[in-house]
């Protein structure tokens, strides 16, 4: 079993940068694929990011592409999503989950979830 600890949400101006980690426990991190997804009030979880197991393979969300950058330390048991130039329409709950299919954008793929960290941007 894995539990997910998401942290570093918070609020920022447009244009702001904000790191979000995603703390793993056990021993068998370095086999999961992680993802990174979003929800705002009132729509549905939308993928954002996800990363291969060793890192080495990364896919985004048309949104974020060229802004956010997912990477992981497997020796540290901890995933990230560094998010640049955001923007207020990122305003969310941001999760972290992880998953033995790689890349995978869809949530029911992921087996494990945390318990989200907001990120609110003001305009």
């Known amino acids: 079993q894995v539990q997910l600890v998401e942290s570093g949400g918070g609020l920022v101006q447009a244009g702001g940068s904000l790191r979000l980690s995603c703390a793993a426990s056990?021993?068998?991190?370095?086999?999961?694929?992680m993802g990174w997804f979003r929800q705002a009030p009132g729509k549905e979880r939308e993928f954002v990011a996800a990363?291969?197991?060793?890192?080495?393979?990364?896919r985004y969300a048309d949104s974020v592409q060229g802004r956010f950058t997912i990477s992981r330390d497997n020796v540290k048991n901890t995933a990230y999503l560094q998010m640049n130039s955001l923007k207020p329409e990122d305003t969310a709950d941001y999760y972290c989950?992880?998953?033995?299919?790689?890349?995978?954008?869809?949530?029911?793929?992921?087996?494990?979830w945390g318990q989200g960290t907001q990120v609110t941007v003001s305009s």
């Open positions: 989950a992880a998953s033995q299919v790689s890349l995978t954008s869809m949530g029911r793929m992921y087996r494990y």
């Open positions: 056990g021993r068998t991190f370095s086999s999961y694929a």
């Open positions: 990363i291969s197991w060793s890192g080495g393979m990364t």
